[in-house]
């Protein structure tokens, strides 16, 4: 039977009302790992294999930028990274560090367009963010400039933010950041240069100002790298009045100089 055929037949007995697609879908595409396609008996998430290879986050963190930390002095520690250059922000948060599937599952959610990806992972990033996800904070999605959302469709981070939101109920302003100046890929470049790359990059809308004013916003992205992206941002809407803001990511890069306390 061709893939046309079936389809065809799928839309007749969904027309005819016979079955419910909740109940028809299953049957017909059984359930299959999102990062190494391997059939699962149900339909929860990543298989034994991949999922071993989620190098999940966990205390001890830096009490601010939610890295981990190479020994445990306690919930409040702050990490000498920290200390020496405090973000402008109140705390950042991941689930998982950005390797292993992780890093896969980033890539997939990406450039694969599947946003069904981001339900499966909000969980995660819920549980991650307990110490910054207040009930009242409004989640803002790291935006993509204009030219490259063309290009891709879709925005990871809003994908994320929506499917958190699904869980939390909390508010999503889609357009709270916009990108107005295309920036050059971050990597390779010096803290100073970072910094310089994205001066001017962010500004919030007009529209925006009075409904941000004073309000918790937490902002969201799929990947933390450099936090250069997200302190820019930071930045741009404390100027506006916003604040406290927060930090949560699916993942982030850990350097080894991140995890020192002294
Ligand atoms: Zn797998």
Redesign the pocket.
């Known amino acids: 039977m061709t893939f046309m055929t079936l389809k065809t037949k799928i839309n007749f007995v969904l027309n005819l009302g016979l079955l419910p697609l909740q109940k028809l879908l299953p049957l017909l595409v059984p359930p299959a ?6 059939v699962l008996a149900e339909d929860d998430g ?6 071993k290879q989620l190098d999940f986050i966990s205390a001890p963190i830096c009490h601010i930028s939610g890295a981990p930390l190479d020994v445990d002095l306690g919930p409040e520690t702050v990490s000498l990274a920290v200390t020496k250059n405090p973000p402008p922000y109140e705390k950042a948060r991941a689930a998982f560090r950005y390797q292993g ?1 992780a890093a896969a599952l980033v890539k997939r959610l990406k450039f694969s367009d599947r946003p069904e990806l981001a339900r499966l992972l909000a969980p995660f990033m819920v549980r991650a963010g307990k110490d910054v996800l207040r009930a009242n904070a409004i989640l803002v999605p790291v935006p993509l400039h204009r030219r490259r959302l063309l290009g891709r469709r879709f925005n990871q981070a809003a994908e994320l933010c929506r499917a958190m939101a699904r869980e939390t109920g909390n508010e999503i302003a889609f357009e709270g950041v916009v990108r107005i100046k295309a920036t050059r890929p971050q990597i390779g470049l010096t803290r100073r240069n970072r910094k310089h790359n994205l001066k001017g990059a962010f500004a919030v809308p007009k529209s925006m100002k009075d409904y941000l004013q004073g309000r918790t916003l937490v902002l969201v992205d799929d990947v933390l790298t450099t936090g250069a992206t997200v302190e820019a941002m930071s930045e741009t809407l404390r100027q506006a009045g916003a604040g406290p803001i927060y930090v949560l990511t699916l993942a982030r890069v850990v350097r080894p100089e991140q995890m020192r306390v002294a």
Do not use: I, Q
Request: charged residues 0%; aromatic residues 16%; glycine residues 0%.
């Open positions: 790992c999102p990062l190494c396609f391997a990543l298989c034994a294999t991949c999922w599937s």
